[in-house]
C-alpha cells in the first residue's frame, strides 16, 4: 500500500520569504509520478508541480521548486518569494500508473499562511 | 485548452434521495478518477474510469456508482445519501504519454445532505 505523509498540519512564512513544505512517502513501486496541489478557499486543486519519480533532476516552475530524494522517499516543496496568493492548503500526492488504474494517494494537507 | 469541468458546482440533497454528479475531462485524458473531500478524513479515493471500463475502486460501500462514457465523460451517482455523503467530490483527469503525466482537477461537487 502506498502512503503519503504530511507532517506539517500548519506554517506561516513572512511575504518575500523562502519556505519549505515536507513530505515523505511510502511505496514499492518503481514506476510512479509526484505532485504537489494547492488549494485555496475556493476548493479548487490547483497542479503546483509534478516530479516523475525515474527523473534525477528536481522539478522546478518559477518560484516553486522540489526536493526529490528517492532512496529516501522524500519529496519537500519550497516556495521562494512567497506572495499572499500562496495562502492556501497544500497537498503532496503521489500517483500510481499502472494497466490497472491510476490513482492519487494524497497527505492530510499542510495550511501555508503567508503575513504581509 | 479547456480545464476539467464538473457539474453541478453545489447540491443540497435530502437524506435517502440519490444523486448524480458529472466530470467532463480534458480533451485527449481517457483517465478520470473520482475523489471525497471531508475535514474528517481527508481525500479519499472513490473509483478510476479509463476508455468506459472501471479499472480501479476504493474502499465505498455500493451507493457509490460510477460510469464513463465514449468521449470520456464520466459521472458518479450516490443512491440513498446519508449525512455523512455530505463532502466536496472532486474528479481528476489524466493522461500518460512518452513525455510523462499530467493530471488536473476540477473544481469540485459540494455536495450538502440535510
Known amino acids: 500500500a502506498q502512503t503519503v505523509t504530511q507532517s506539517q498540519p500548519e506554517m506561516s512564512v513572512q511575504e518575500a520569504e523562502t519556505v519549505t513544505l515536507s513530505c515523505t512517502y511510502d511505496?514499492?513501486?518503481?514506476?510512479?509520478?509526484l505532485f504537489w496541489y494547492k488549494q485555496p478557499p475556493s476548493r479548487q486543486m490547483i497542479l503546483v508541480i509534478r516530479?516523475?519519480?525515474?527523473?534525477?533532476q528536481n522539478a522546478t516552475e518559477n518560484r516553486f521548486s522540489v526536493n526529490f530524494q528517492k532512496a529516501a522517499k522524500s519529496f519537500s516543496l519550497k516556495i521562494s518569494d512567497s506572495q499572499l496568493g500562496d495562502t492556501a492548503m497544500y497537498f503532496c500526492?503521489?500517483?500510481?500508473?499502472?494497466?490497472?488504474?491510476?490513482?492519487?494517494?494524497f497527505g492530510t494537507g499542510t495550511s501555508l499562511t503567508v503575513i504581509p | 485548452k479547456a480545464g476539467v469541468t464538473q457539474t453541478p458546482r453545489y447540491l443540497i440533497k435530502t437524506r435517502g434521495q440519490q444523486v448524480t454528479l458529472s466530470c467532463s475531462p480534458i480533451?485527449?485524458?481517457?483517465?478520470v478518477s473520482w475523489y471525497q473531500q471531508t475535514p474528517g478524513q481527508g481525500l479519499q479515493f472513490l473509483f478510476e474510469?479509463?476508455?468506459?471500463?472501471?479499472?480501479n475502486k476504493g474502499n465505498f460501500p455500493g451507493r457509490f456508482s460510477g460510469r464513463q462514457f465514449s468521449n470520456s465523460r464520466s459521472e458518479m451517482n450516490v443512491s440513498t445519501l446519508e449525512l455523512g455523503d455530505s463532502a466536496l467530490y472532486l474528479c481528476?483527469?489524466?493522461?500518460?504519454?512518452?513525455?510523462?503525466?499530467?493530471?488536473?482537477f476540477g473544481q469540485g461537487t459540494r455536495l450538502t445532505v440535510v
Open positions: 480533451s485527449g485524458h481517457r483517465s
Open positions: 511505496t514499492s513501486e518503481n514506476n510512479y509520478y
Open positions: 500526492a503521489f500517483m500510481k500508473l499502472s494497466n490497472t488504474g491510476n490513482q492519487f494517494y
Open positions: 481528476a483527469s489524466s493522461f500518460l504519454n512518452h513525455r510523462g503525466t499530467e493530471a488536473f
Open positions: 474510469y479509463f476508455s468506459e471500463t472501471q479499472r
Open positions: 516530479q516523475e519519480a525515474y527523473k534525477q
